[in-house]
């Protein structure tokens, strides 16, 4: 098996009126990696997390991800891949509001195969909000909210994991709560892609990506 999960080559991504979001951009990602991608707001973070998540596609180059090439798909077929090999953190949860936690979770099995009541328990257990399964997204704080979406991230059990400031809206406690899940994560073998503007959370990367501009000034 070829250890590297994700090859980034000479990837722009620009968007109306010539802006440039990603300017010529490369980069190899191992399996059981955790990634942190940091860098000033507009420098392309985001954009690239939505590249490798299968939400866009690059204006020029190309993105393998296993044997799959990105960039050769259509939207259904990446629509699909994304099903089946990508769980996505957002910073800004993105949960059903009138669906309770364990429905949230139960529709991203939905959307891959076919729900499993018992399953979704169990990764809402495995974060930490097992006591929280019928309550809606209102009757749950900030952190709990953000821990129910890792567990809909995980239910397909996905190759990679990819979190966009997964702790930006959290206070410390919940934080730190959020953070050993995702150190759990990596030393069970997850692949994880991490955007984050905190410098203490981007030093728990195994490889740290700075984008300035779009484009890539340091990789350690």
Not at 105 to 121: C, G, I, N, P, W
């Amino acid at each position: 098996m070829d250890p590297i999960l994700i090859q980034v080559r000479d990837v722009t991504k620009e968007y109306d009126q010539g802006v440039r979001a990603l300017d010529h951009v490369n980069l190899d990602i191992r399996r059981g990696e955790w990634v942190s991608v940091m860098g000033p707001s507009g420098s392309g973070k985001t954009t690239l997390l939505n590249l490798l998540g299968c939400l866009d596609k690059p204006t020029v180059g190309t993105i393998r991800i296993d044997a799959s090439e990105l960039t050769n798909l259509n939207q259904k077929q990446l629509t699909r891949f994304r099903r089946e090999n990508i769980g996505l953190v957002f910073q800004q949860f993105h949960l059903i509001p009138y669906l309770t936690a364990l429905e949230n979770v139960m529709l991203a099995q939905y959307y891959h195969s076919m729900t499993d009541k018992r399953e979704a328990e169990s990764a809402l257990k495995q974060v930490g909000v097992g006591d929280r399964l019928t309550h809606y997204p209102s009757q749950l704080s900030g952190g709990e909210q953000q821990r129910v979406c890792i567990a809909r991230a995980l239910i397909n059990q996905p190759k990679l994991i990819l979190a966009d400031e997964p702790t930006g809206n959290l206070d410390e406690e919940n934080e730190e709560i959020v953070l050993q899940i995702f150190r759990q994560l990596h030393v069970a073998g997850h692949t994880l892609v991490v955007v984050t503007h905190d410098v203490w959370v981007g030093k728990m990367g195994t490889q740290m990506v700075r984008l300035e501009h779009g484009r890539i000034v340091s990789s350690i």
